[in-house]
């Protein structure tokens, strides 16, 4: 497995599985073409929220 988790949290993320305070999603293929990653994907999310943020400005960027 892959753990991608943000930077300087506020917590420290567990990355040694899949149970982390932050309840990270795991993703087994790409979502833009369907093909299956070599390893799962553990997603962490930020104590801030911040990836709400970011996925805010990626759908503004693409509605312009």
């Known amino acids: 497995m892959i753990h991608v988790f943000p ?3 506020e917590r420290e ?3 040694e599985s899949t149970m982390c305070w932050c309840g990270p999603h795991v993703e087994w293929n790409d979502p ?6 070599a390893e799962a994907l553990v997603i ?7 990836e709400v943020v970011e996925e805010a400005e990626r759908i503004l960027k693409e509605t312009r």
């Open 7 to 9: 930077i300087g949290d």
């Open 13 to 15: 993320h567990e990355t």
């Open 32 to 37: 833009e073409t369907g093909e299956a990653y």
């Open 44 to 50: 962490h999310h930020a104590a801030d929220h911040r």
